[in-house]
Each structure stands twice: as C-alpha cells, then as structure tokens.
C-alpha cells in the first residue's frame, strides 16, 4: 500500500513505525494486521508490537544490532501487506450508570454544549465505538466513534483521583478508566463491570484494539446491584 511512514529506533531493543495518515479505522485495520503478521513465528525475535492511532512499537527480545537491516526486514513486510478489509469483531456491551452520582460532569457538558442531560446519554450511549488502542492506564480503551455533538476539551486542571469504571470524554474520544487514577477527562459516568483483571490469566484486559463497543444505560439501583458483586465481569 502506498503509505508514508517514518522508521525509528527509540532505544536499543525497540522500533518505532510511524504513519502520516490520516487516523481512521482503514488505518486501524492495516496496523493490527501488521501488528498480527510480526507477532507470527516467523519473527520469533519480535516480543511485543504496540500499536497506537497511527503507529507500531515493536519491541524486540534482543539488541538491534543493525537498525538498517531489521529497518529493511520491517520495510518488507510492510510493503507485502495489502489489506482493506474491516475487522470482523463482535459487539461487546458496556453497561454504564449515568445517574449525577456518577457523572460528574454531565452538568457541565449540558451547559456548554446546549444539550439536556439525556440527550447526552442519548448520543453517547446509540453510538458503536471501536477501540483504537489500549493505554495510559492497564485495560484503558481509546474509543473512536463519539458523537462530533459531544467533542468537548480535557479538563485544565485534572482530578487527583478518578474510581476505576468511570466513562470519560476528551476531546473526539471516549474512555473508560479501568484502574483508580488521576485523570483530566470529563466524566460522565460509571460502569461497574471490571476491564483489567490480573487474575485472568488468558486475557487480561476485557477489550483490545479492534474490538467493537456499545453503551447500555443503567439505572443506579443496577449499577447498585451490581457493583458489591466483585467477582462480577463479562468475560
């Protein structure tokens, strides 16, 4: 495919490719196949690939000796790569209490954006999200797809503390924090099911990128039954 990238070596065990194009889920498709492909047997030297928006850190279980060489071994498997399908990937439902207990921004949002609270809920929870890349937290999704209605900025000043399950907005995109953590999205409410989870020894983020998502508002009293069940997940 005829796509600019640029290729670097970030240390002495990692490559950074990089694309300059524009972020979409054709975009998504093409990396994760990739991402597939360096993971395969046949690159047994490769430990993990990471991908972002729009690139791929590729880590190495071994000193990169020669970056031209393995830059030209990485060029050739990008230049074999010619694929435009849409990923195939089930729809996993999220459900998501937007009571005022739990989103704490929903206020906010409805002032500056000139939307009711429920036409917030509305939009946010009718949309079919795709994860782009999992960050910033362990299980942490960066979903695409939010409604351009609800586009709002980060907070200027973030909280120092944010309960794991809470469904935030920052700028186009729309997260979940898997983990207690600060954080400068604007939170507009609270899942109670569990997306990061050591103890799943198979899997141990609920999403990966590619995955599709959708939101199923709940009540609180739901959210309420829910939540003291610890062991509670969809897995």
């Given amino acids: 495919m005829n796509r600019k990238l640029r290729i670097f070596q970030i240390n002495e065990t990692s490559i950074l490719v990089e694309f300059d194009e524009e972020i979409n889920e054709k975009l998504l498709n093409y990396l994760l196949y990739l991402k597939n492909e360096l993971l395969s047997e046949k690159y047994k030297s490769i430990l993990q690939v990471i991908n972002s928006y729009n690139s791929l ?15 030209s071994k990485l060029l050739e498997v990008i230049s074999d790569a010619n ?74 000043q973030p909280r120092r503390q944010i309960p794991s399950g809470s469904v935030g907005i920052a700028d186009k995109q729309t997260g ?8 400068g999205w604007q939170i507009i409410g609270r ?3 569990q997306l990061f989870n050591l103890e799943n020894s198979n899997q141990y983020c609920y999403l990966q990128a590619g995955d599709k998502v959708q ?19 969809t897995w």
């Fill in 57 to 71: 850190l590729i880590i190495y279980g071994n000193t990169i000796n020669n970056f031209y060489e393995t830059k």
């Fill in 83 to 156: 694929i435009d399908n849409k990923l195939d990937s089930p729809i996993k439902k999220i459900p998501v209490c937007y009571d005022l207990e739990y989103g704490w921004d929903l206020e906010l949002l409805s002032e500056d954006l000139g939307l009711s609270i429920d036409e917030i809920i509305k939009k946010h929870s009718e949309a079919t999200y795709t994860v782009y890349f999992i960050g910033f937290l362990p299980g942490f999704p960066y979903l695409g797809g939010l409604n351009s209605s609800l586009f709002y900025r980060r907070k200027s």
């Fill in 176 to 183: 979940i924090y898997s983990l207690d953590s600060p954080g």
């Fill in 191 to 193: 899942s109670p099911i």
């Fill in 215 to 233: 939101f199923e508002s709940i009540s609180k009293e739901e959210f309420e039954h829910i939540q003291p069940k610890s062991n509670y997940n």
